[in-house]
């Protein structure tokens, strides 16, 4: 009795293992079908619901599951390039950055885009052609901290392992980011001195992989300053652009627009029914002196205040005024005259003005009208009201340049919802170091705004309501649950030390792989068939055993993928098809040796041990030498090689054990009282 359930054990604890380990790529299909018709319906808060409820059993589901390769299900093959340009720009020291240095990495940049050429190489040759005529020497631009060893080949050499460190990282980091994000064997490779190519397979969300990739993740806390110092420079910069004989451009507008205001004159001398209201009117208009251009028609005012200001009118300007916010931006506001009150501010421009603005600011004509320790950075997120616009209007924060704080310090970043208006957030946790700072920072700037800055843009920007003390904060503005998800694993995975570009962007299509799969299960079933319709007919009896060890064997293997985090690829179902052969290969050994055994005169039971005794050997040695060859195509080999020594080398483990012990368990638990099996041979053997 002991020995039955031995047996039975033997034959169904594999399975319920099986069925374990098998269970993630059922609930994996499951969530995934239903997450895929939530998202047709578009409903943001059904998908929303959908990834709170399910979001992180999905996940977990899908890292466990059997995944299908990128020939099989799609996916995207990507190109990168980092951008090491930026790099040595970003290396130079800020204040010593003049015309040129930009003009020598304007033409470094236009020589090595689309071409996989050494960028410092570039780099040193066009500064050798374009400075050192200047008498500049990269001593004038580059700092390695140490004054002593400093020199134009120290320089170079820092240079080549930070661009050598910089690739070197991007790959780690975009490894980190996809693997955390859910895709799993993920094929990733240098190409050249800055490329790096993947394959990612299963991706169908484009626009999320490529922010998921292109994204530096630069995560930096840093004090808000909207006060009247950036609207002073802000001021200063429409003077050094503002028509230098104001006279002549005055003169000239008037003049384009004398038939106009002569129209006015006469329209205003034809109504002298009102002409009490109007002249008071115009009695004020000249009184005020604060307004120069008060002697111009109405309508060309405008205009005439704009050439003047072409920097601050890319801006709307609210000042706050106790608990309100009034427009300074219009013709009687601050820029009028200069007077500049102190206090709180808050600006907005469309995209459009912004990226105008930014020009400006970084032209010759404006260079050192911005405080040196001040920047100005626009929202992540437009307006709510403008966002479906064609030019969206954002809300433009001035900030310190030197953040208080920066994203190293961040140990998780979890996805969640706020409870207060169940918007998706992202909640930090800091280390001790981080949190230690975290608490002097919130605690000396209490009622003051931070700013939470992710690649040069804020995502939100709270007043410090008390001293926080524990290192936790929180980054809001996202526009669902996907893109909070999104941004946990890009702050995680850590940040890039330079850019990176997508330069290459392949789709592989569902069809192809639905092709593929067809044909694979196609070529499977047949194998199969003809595999279990040999077995019956030759063996009979023992061929039934066989056949039903080899079904185990190809549910052992499933889950033998699932369990190392395997990729299930066309050639490696061409490892599973060889693996059903191998495995019925081993039992015709067996049955072989009980058939010849029988024919010498042995008992059933005798026959069994002596065929299973003697055919050992052969088996063994026969997987081994097979094993041998899969290890080495599985080291030497990449891509689809890899794929079928995967799931070749598990195959033999599974027909080991199949083939030697499922299928003796059950033959003994078969066996007949009578002592007769049929294994095929004659009837008087």
Not at 444 to 468: C, M, R, T, W
């Amino acid at each position: 009795m002991k020995q039955t359930w031995s047996r039975y054990l033997i034959i169904f604890a594999p399975l319920v293992i099986a069925g374990i380990l098998l269970w993630p790529t059922f609930r994996s299909y499951q969530l995934g079908k239903q997450k895929a018709e939530v998202e047709t319906s578009k409903d943001t808060v059904r998908i929303n619901s959908f990834m709170r409820d399910n979001g992180e059993s999905y996940r977990a589901a899908k890292n466990s599951s059997v995944k299908l390769g990128l020939d099989l299900q799609g996916g995207m093959y990507v190109m990168l390039e980092v951008d090491i340009v930026k790099l040595i720009e970003e290396s130079a020291l800020r204040e010593s950055i003049d015309e040129t240095f930009t003009s020598v990495i304007n033409k470094t940049k236009a020589e090595t885009q689309n071409t996989d050429e050494n960028v410092l190489e570039v780099f040193l040759a066009n500064f050798k052609a374009i400075a050192e005529p200047k008498g500049r020497s990269l001593i004038s631009y580059f700092d390695i901290g140490d004054s002593k060893e400093i020199s134009d080949n120290s320089i170079i050499d820092k240079l080549k392992r930070d661009i050598d460190d910089a690739v070197n990282q991007a790959m780690e980091v975009i490894r980190q980011r996809v693997d955390k994000y859910g895709v799993s064997e993920v094929s990733i490779q240098k190409q050249g001195a800055r490329r790096i190519v993947l394959e990612l397979p299963g991706v169908s969300n484009e626009k999320e992989m490529r922010d998921l990739l292109s994204g530096t993740a630069r995560l930096e806390f840093k004090l808000v300053r909207n006060n009247q110092d950036i609207v002073k420079a802000l001021y200063a910069a429409d003077k050094a652009l503002a028509p230098k004989d104001k006279k002549a451009a005055l003169a000239a507008t008037t003049d384009t627009t004398k038939k106009d205001s002569t129209d006015v004159v006469a329209k205003t001398d034809s109504t002298k029914a009102d002409s009490t209201k109007k002249d008071s009117t115009k009695t004020a208009q000249a009184a005020d002196t604060s307004n120069p251009y008060a002697h111009l028609p109405k309508d060309q005012q405008g205009k005439a205040y704009a050439a003047d200001h072409k920097v601050s009118t890319l801006l709307q300007v609210m000042f706050k005024n106790g608990n309100q916010y009034i427009d300074a931006t219009t013709q009687g506001g601050f820029f009028m005259t200069g007077n500049i009150p102190n206090g709180d501010y808050i600006f907005y421009a469309s995209r459009t003005s912004f990226d105008k603005l930014m020009g400006y600011l970084a032209s010759d004509a404006l260079r050192g009208v911005m405080p040196p320790d001040l920047q100005l950075v626009r929202a992540a997120k437009p307006e709510a009201n403008t966002a479906a616009s064609l030019d969206p209007v954002y809300q433009v924060y001035c900030l310190k340049r030197e953040a208080e704080l920066k994203g190293d310090v961040i140990t998780d970043a979890i996805p969640t919802f706020d409870p207060m208006d169940n918007k998706p957030v992202v909640s930090m946790q800091m280390d001790l170091d981080g949190a230690e700072r975290w608490a002097a920072i919130t605690g000396a700037n209490i009622k003051k705004q931070i700013a939470i800055v992710l690649d040069d843009q804020v995502y939100s920007a709270p007043v410090v309501q008390g001293k926080i003390p524990n290192g936790s904060s929180q980054i809001s503005g996202m526009a669902d649950s996907k893109e909070a998800n999104l941004l946990s694993v890009i702050l995680k995975a850590g940040a890039l030390k330079a850019p990176v570009q997508i330069i290459e962007e392949r789709v592989v299509g569902p069809s192809l792989g639905e092709d593929n799969i067809q044909a694979g299960i196609n070529a499977s079933i047949l194998a199969v068939v003809l595999v279990i319709a040999f077995m019956i007919l030759y063996y009979r009896t023992g061929g039934m055993v066989a056949n039903v060890a080899v079904l185990i064997n190809v549910i052992l293997m499933l889950a033998g993928l699932a369990a190392l985090k395997g990729t299930l690829t066309l050639p490696g179902i061409g490892g599973i098809i060889l693996t059903i052969g191998m495995a019925v290969d081993a039992n015709i050994l067996i049955f072989e040796r009980i058939r010849e055994e029988i024919r010498r005169g042995r008992g059933l039971r005798s026959a069994i041990d002596e065929g299973f005794s003697k055919a050992l050997s052969a088996i063994v040695d026969s997987n081994i030498t097979t094993a041998l060859t899969g290890i080495i195509l599985l080291i030497l080999g990449t891509g689809p090689i890899q794929g079928f020594a995967f799931t070749l080398l598990i195959g033999i483990a599974t027909t080991m054990f199949t083939a030697i012990i499922v299928s003796r368990a059950i033959l003994e638990l078969t066996m007949p009282a009578s002592g007769t099996y049929n294994f095929g041979q004659p009837k008087n053997a």
